[in-house]
């Protein structure tokens, strides 16, 4: 039985800046902290799968540079196979990321040696693409080279989970390819071109997304919780109450957590029930990667 999962994506140094409010058109405005993180969704969502034992490959590049260096020591010690991570003339991706006390984020992202990923890079996985049970990809790099990995994948006989994020327009058809589609609430609204800012229109669109895309729709939607949309049913999972202090990598901490739950036999609610349980711990703590949970910490966690 396959037990792989294969990320294929991006890998960011993010600088978190702990801002008290956004600052103003013109205005310069001191932070309260700053930290250093490795991220990139890509990077972010292979390491959660890793760190819960998932064996986690990864396909993308970064640069020459010493971020290069860090994010690629950094995404091994969490256990995620980087022989397939590309060093690239163009400087590693970065993300910085305006973190406020409420715990939510506003992130611009540079997209640097992200944009080097190339359709031989796939080509060359085609071994592991047939080894791999998941492949999961984001919008981070660019997206011919998704396009050409979801038919690769789909080929391989992968079931493919895509995070449309940062939202972007992709042809339907691609959309349609993909087994799980996962938004967050911002970019659900994007492809749905209507707010999502209530559960109850995001139960209805995501239901409605589903059954016109064929596939299992996730919108996941902050603090409140997610809802998951399959096979003509809908249903919202609320958020574990705690006390989140910087809420960067959360999303990308839940997919890679659908991910463990999917290839340990888990149907689509109960993965993304487990999935809310790892990305409560993720946001109490700082960083993307260095938060997010092992699987003995979430079994441990009295609140899940
Ligand atoms: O999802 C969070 C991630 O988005 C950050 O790590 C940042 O690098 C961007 O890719």
């Known amino acids: 039985m396959r037990d792989k999962i294969t990320v294929i994506g991006s890998l960011n140094y993010d600088v ?4 008290a409010r956004l600052p103003e058109m013109g205005e310069t405005f001191h932070a309260d902290d700053v930290a250093f993180s490795a991220g990139g969704k890509g990077a972010n969502q292979a390491v959660q799968a890793a760190k819960l034992g998932v064996p986690t490959y990864m396909i993308g590049c970064v640069g020459k540079d010493p971020n290069g260096e860090i994010l690629i020591s950094e995404a091994k010690k969490y256990g995620v196979n980087t022989e397939r991570i590309r060093r690239v003339e163009e400087p590693t991706g970065m993300g910085v990321v305006n973190a ?3 715990g939510s984020v506003f992130a611009v992202i540079v997209k640097g040696a992200n ?3 190339t359709k031989e890079d796939i080509d060359h996985a085609e ?3 047939k080894e791999s049970a998941i492949v999961i990809l984001q919008m981070e790099i660019p997206q011919e080279i998704n396009m050409y990995a979801i038919d690769k994948a789909k080929e391989a006989g992968c079931k493919v989970l895509l995070n449309a994020a940062p939202a972007a327009e992709i042809p339907e058809a691609y959309l349609k390819k993909v087994d799980i589609l996962v938004v ?3 970019e659900a609204a994007f492809y749905l071109h ?4 209530t559960v109850e229109k995001a139960k209805e669109n995501a239901l409605k997304m589903s059954a016109e895309l064929g596939n299992a729709c996730i919108f996941t939607l902050g603090k409140e919780g997610s809802v998951v949309a399959s096979a ?7 958020s574990k109450k705690v006390d989140a202090v910087e809420s960067t990598g959360a999303g990308d901490s839940f997919i890679g957590a659908v991910g463990y739950a999917l290839i340990h036999g888990m149907n689509i609610v109960n993965a993304c029930e ?3 349980g790892c990305s409560a711990i993720t946001v109490c703590r700082y960083g993307a990667q260095p938060s997010m949970p092992t699987l003995e910490e979430v079994n441990t966690q009295s609140y899940l």
Request: glycine share 4%; aromatic share 10%.
């Open 16 to 19: 978190i800046l702990k801002i």
């Open 100 to 102: 406020l006390q409420d």
């Open 115 to 117: 944009y080097a990923v």
């Open 127 to 129: 071994d592991l693409l």
């Open 184 to 186: 967050n609430e911002v």
């Open 194 to 197: 209507s707010e999502v800012d």
């Open 232 to 238: 003509g049913e809908v249903t919202f999972i609320p």
């Open 274 to 276: 487990f999935a809310t």
